[in-house]
């Protein structure tokens, strides 16, 4: 920040108590003005849930990229880096319980991540990390920079606690076929011996119709099948790890929150679908997500 800004904006505050701002999670992803992707999708879902979530912009965009026409940008990695070394000046870094990170826009931002979140490793203050490798999908390939990839592979897998990939993701970090379920199941694994405890992988083929959803840990894996909708929106897989998220900073195992994510993205669609919008019903997660009694998906031990 230049000098001639941070003289006109920082200022001291008269009867502003002492005591810091609890946050249980910081989500680092892309930002919209119209529609749902990145944080734009995430963050009021994590909000109606009871999170309390800071949001740190990769992006600035009018819309997705589906669009005829696409406005704003991909931020500068040192305004990334800026802004995550300011959540360390208010001691965020060392309060939050988990971080959640999405699509980077550029292996640059990859980079400055990477950088912040290695740093608070080697200081023994990093919290529990939430990969979502936002690399691209079967019908799309590769959306984002070749880079980042290696960004992802080197540097972030080894840090993540789980990572959150769908099948086509999968198959390129773990440099072997992923797409139908016994292929993602030993894909999974080895993610797992480069450094994860859980590996959810999602849009996984399951033939008849369905897809299959993997949760694969050091020792148990489990399956949840879901019928496949004819809807294509972007935000889903950003919804499901924010669900995952919450019910995980809730205390329930793994494969409990993996069912209740699943319901609650599977909803979103479902009620897409019902309106006919052209963008992800978020609103739509937290209740299905929140529903008691037997899972609509229940996991099925492998």
């Known amino acids: 920040m230049s000098e001639a800004l941070e003289s006109h904006l920082v200022h001291e505050r008269r009867n502003r108590p002492s005591g810091s701002l ?32 800071v949001e740190v ?7 997705t990229p589906f669009y005829a026409t696409l406005r704003g940008r991909v931020l500068p990695a040192e305004w990334l880096a800026d802004v995550l070394q300011g959540l360390d000046d208010r001691g965020v870094s060392t309060r939050a319980r988990m971080v959640v990170s999405g699509y980077f826009g550029s292996v640059a931002n990859g980079e400055a991540f990477a950088g912040w979140l290695e740093r608070l490793h080697h200081g023994g203050v990093a919290p529990r990390y939430l990969l979502d490798p936002v690399i691209g999908d079967t019908h799309t390939g590769a959306y984002v920079e070749p880079g980042l990839e290696s960004v992802f592979a080197t540097r972030l897998l080894p840090l993540a606690w789980m990572v959150t990939p769908n099948a086509f993701e999968l198959e390129r970090l773990a440099g072997q076929p992923a797409l139908h379920e016994a292929d993602a199941v030993q ?10 405890q859980w590996v959810l992988a999602h849009s996984v083929e399951g033939g008849d119709g369905a897809l299959v959803t993997l949760l694969v840990g050091r020792e148990r894996a489990w399956r949840m099948t879901s019928p496949r909708l004819d809807v294509d929106v972007a935000g ?29 993205v599977h909803a979103t669609l479902e009620s897409t679908l019902l309106h006919g919008w052209e963008e992800l019903d978020v609103l739509a997660a937290p209740a299905a997500a929140l529903a008691e009694g037997p899972a609509r998906f229940p996991a099925v031990p492998l």
């Not at 680092?28 to 009021?44: C, D, R």
């Not at 912009?57 to 819309?63: E, K, M, R």
């Not at 894909?187 to 994860?196: D, K």
Request: hydrophobic fraction near 45%; glycine fraction near 8%.
């Open 187 to 196: 894909a999974a694994r080895t993610l797992l011996s480069r450094g994860p």
């Open 236 to 264: 889903t897989g950003d919804v499901l790890s924010a669900l995952l998220a919450t019910f995980l900073l809730r205390g329930e195992p793994p494969q409990r929150a993996a069912e209740r994510a699943l319901a609650g």
């Open 22 to 53: 609890p946050v249980d999670l910081v989500s680092v992803q892309s930002q919209l003005a119209y529609g749902h992707a990145g944080n734009s999708a995430a963050v009021p879902v994590l909000r109606m849930l009871g999170v309390r979530v």
């Open 57 to 63: 912009p990769t992006t600035l965009l009018s819309n």
